[in-house]
């Protein structure tokens, strides 16, 4: 049985930077694409950034690039998501998903290939 959890989350100034992790026991970590999503009260959730299996291909939501950063460790068999210069928009419930069945440095199309899913972190951002 997979299971996914996230932590790291808190409140952090506006500006200021916050790195949330994600591992996922049961899971073949090295052969599976993985994901960050958040979801802000009465919005929809949005994906934020993704990573392939092979660690080496990544994909960023416009509003977050150049700010965050995707990164998977095999080894650690663990995820992360680095957030600098963070602002108020950023605030929300951030997920962390698996998908499996992917070439190795393909990633998902869409919110529905991801199978596993955390129970999220919340993040705060202080203005």
């Known amino acids: 049985q997979v299971q996914v959890l996230e932590s790291g989350g808190g409140t952090v100034q506006a500006g200021g930077s916050l790195r949330l992790s994600c591992t996922a026991s049961g899971l073949y970590f090295v052969l599976s694409a993985m994901g960050w999503f958040r979801q802000a009260p009465g919005k929809d959730r949005e994906a934020v950034a993704s990573?392939?299996?092979?660690?080496?291909?990544?994909s960023y939501a416009d509003s977050v690039k150049d700010r965050f950063t995707i990164s998977k460790h095999d080894d650690l068999k663990i995820l992360y998501l680095s957030m600098n210069n963070m602002k108020p928009e950023d605030a929300a419930m951030y997920y962390c998903?698996?998908?499996?069945?992917?070439?190795?440095?393909?990633?998902?199309?869409?919110?529905?290939?991801?199978?596993?899913w955390g129970q999220g972190t919340q993040v705060t951002v202080s203005s």
């Open positions: 998903a698996a998908a499996r069945g992917l070439a190795f440095r393909d990633l998902p199309e869409s919110a529905s290939k991801y199978k596993f």
């Open positions: 990573v392939s299996p092979s660690g080496g291909d990544t």
